[in-house]
T-cell receptor, first 112, second 115 residues
Framework: DSGVTQTPKHLITATGQRVTLRCSPR?????VYWYQQSLDQGLQFLIQ???????AKGNILERFSAQQFPDLHSELNLSSLELGDSALYFC???????????FGPGTRLLVL | DQQVKQNSPSLSVQEGRISILNCDYT??????FLWYKKYPAEGPTFLIS?????DKNEDGRFTVFLNKSAKHLSLHIVPSQPGDSAVYFC??????????????FGKGTHLIIQP
């Protein structure tokens, strides 16, 4: 158990819809990262937040957005969903900018 | 453009022998490397890391070797145990960029330990 929690575990929705994935980092960790794992692309970095502020952006689509709240939990919002958005979405946390990242169990999203 | 490559999608090793997983990278700016292990339906679990100022790091049965000139790293598991059967991901990061940013992952190697 990494100490990072993600909800929900599974999510099934339809194209065009919007969903919110939630992540609670390990106690004391200030950085939260979001990753997408699809079958053909592997694990891809989406975005990082540090203590409430956006810190780095990776391959995140404009339809996707994230935020980190004062209690340090984070939400990833996916809108106008397409079939290709079906993937595993992982959240990771670390204590600072360059410490090791610890991953949550992931949310499996299926867009029908 | 894949900056971190794991060219072996799978590897089968006999229990008790050494498992060697390889990883190549193309971005010479990477200065921190990690190995993660992943079981089905779970998130990646951190195994071991190495910074670019070292060429070897050891933790129990796991040793990571870094060859900067060849832009190559490897993970050695000795001895291999049945519980080591999993997908292993190599990841790289840019510490010197002022922050860890995101990790760049390889596509993974599925290690199968045979009894």
């Amino acid at each position: 158990d990494s100490g990072v929690t993600q909800t929900p575990k599974h999510l099934i929705t339809a194209t065009g819809q919007r969903v919110t994935l939630r992540c609670s980092p390990r106690s004391g960790d200030l950085s939260v990262y979001w990753y997408q794992q699809s079958l053909d692309q592997g694990l891809q970095f989406l975005i990082q937040y540090y203590n409430g502020e956006e810190r780095a952006k990776g391959n995140i689509l404009e339809r996707f957005s994230a935020q980190q709240f004062p209690d340090l939990h984070s939400e990833l919002n996916l809108s106008s969903l397409e079939l290709g958005d079906s993937a595993l979405y992982f959240c990771a946390s670390s204590s600072g900018h360059w410490e090791t990242q610890y991953f949550g169990p992931g949310t499996r999203l299926l867009v029908l | 453009d894949q900056q971190v490559k794991q060219n072996s999608p799978s590897l089968s090793v006999q229990e008790g022998r050494i498992s060697i997983l390889n990883c190549d990278y193309t971005n010479s700016m990477f200065d921190y490397f990690l190995w993660y292990k992943k079981y089905p339906a779970e998130g990646p679990t951190f195994l071991i890391s190495i910074s670019s100022i070292k060429d070897k790091n050891e933790d129990g049965r796991f040793t990571v070797f870094l060859n900067k000139s060849a832009k190559h790293l490897s993970l050695h598991i000795v001895p291999s145990q049945p519980g080591d059967s999993a997908v292993y991901f190599c990841a790289a990061s840019l510490l010197s960029g002022g922050g860890a940013d995101g990790l760049t992952f390889g596509k993974g190697t599925h290690l199968i330990i045979q009894p």
